[in-house]
């Protein structure tokens, strides 16, 4: 057996390796249709495949480029929690993958915000990216959706998220499950300033995520196709032993059965999250307009009675 771990092995890894390296030089790239792309014509067309339409997953960047006026934006710092709280280790330790994850995709966390416009509309962005540990959420994301909402109640603007990610991180169990109660408060503090919360759910939005804040906005707008769901398809087949109607947990499926708003294209979500905003903004002021109508009618009324 000796000669396959010392000889073979070593042979096929270099193999890959060298496979992966040509892939990040060339200008072509896959879908999952099966069809070879441009790099460039999936850049210029949103990163949505011309040929299919399929909307491929993007990093934190490139989503407030696409989204924010003009692509320009100001990121915004957010704390930093230590990085291994319960000092995890499964198949390789915890620290090793967040290492990996931060080299591969140059962010700090799976989460980030930034400040910018929307059809002149000044708000926060949130947005995650899968790349990095498949988007999962542990203190550190929770941190950062706090100060986006911190951000927004503060500088009094809507604040957007885009979802995308599997859930809660298992490596932070426990205080990965409280973010989930952490966030949920922190929409509510939003609710409660008349602070409007648009969610995007983009492919994949699942778990915690769909179970806490991703599933709270005013408005819940969806990616065409994007899978949404709290547990996979095929643990609930297992579980209710029938088969699952076509298109269960797509974006479209939601739609029509009510937990999604609208499924709208990537390269019509600037203008279409702008209208929205115009709408809800208008709302908002009225709400406001009222609760200051109706403190003053509280005032004057314990006045009266003393
Ligand atoms: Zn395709």
Redesign the pocket.
């Known amino acids: 057996m000796n000669w396959i771990s010392k000889f073979i092995k070593p042979k096929l890894k270099s193999l890959f390796k060298k496979k992966s390296s040509q892939d990040k030089d060339t200008l072509w790239t896959n ?3 099966n ?1 070879l ?1 441009l790099k460039e014509d999936l850049f210029k067309n949103y990163h949505c ?1 011309p ?4 909307h491929h997953k993007i990093s934190c960047e490139e989503r407030f480029k696409l989204t924010f006026d003009n692509g320009f934006y100001d990121l915004i710092e957010s704390p930093e929690p230590i990085d291994d709280p319960l000092q995890f280790t499964d198949s390789k330790p915890y620290k090793d993958r967040i290492a990996a994850a931060r080299k591969k995709t140059g962010q700090r966390d799976a989460m980030m915000i930034a400040k910018g416009k929307i059809q002149n509309i000044d708000v926060i962005v949130g947005a995650q990216n899968f790349f990095y540990i498949g988007g999962a959420v542990g203190i550190a994301s929770g941190e950062i959706f706090i100060n986006a909402v911190d951000q927004a109640i503060k500088n009094k603007i809507p604040l957007i998220f885009f979802s995308c990610s599997g859930g809660q991180k298992l490596q932070e169990s426990g205080l990965a499950i409280c973010m989930m109660a952490k966030t949920t408060l922190g929409v509510n503090e939003l609710k409660k300033n008349n602070i409007p919360f648009i969610i995007c759910m983009t492919n994949p939005t699942a778990g915690g995520v769909t179970a806490s804040w991703a599933s709270l906005g005013d408005v819940i707008i969806a990616e065409p196709g994007a899978t949404v769901s709290f547990a996979g398809a095929r643990v609930i087949k297992d579980t209710v032993r029938e088969e699952l109607p076509p298109g269960f947990q797509t974006a479209e499926y939601l739609l029509d059965h009510g937990q999604v708003d609208a499924v709208i294209e990537r390269k019509y979500l600037n203008s279409a999250i702008g209208s929205l905003l115009n709408v809800l903004l208008k709302n908002a002021e009225t709400q406001a307009k009222q609760d200051l109508n109706d403190t003053v009618t509280i005032d004057k009324s314990i006045q009266a009675a003393s």
């Open positions: 879908c999952s249709c069809n792309i495949c040929k299919c339409g399929i």
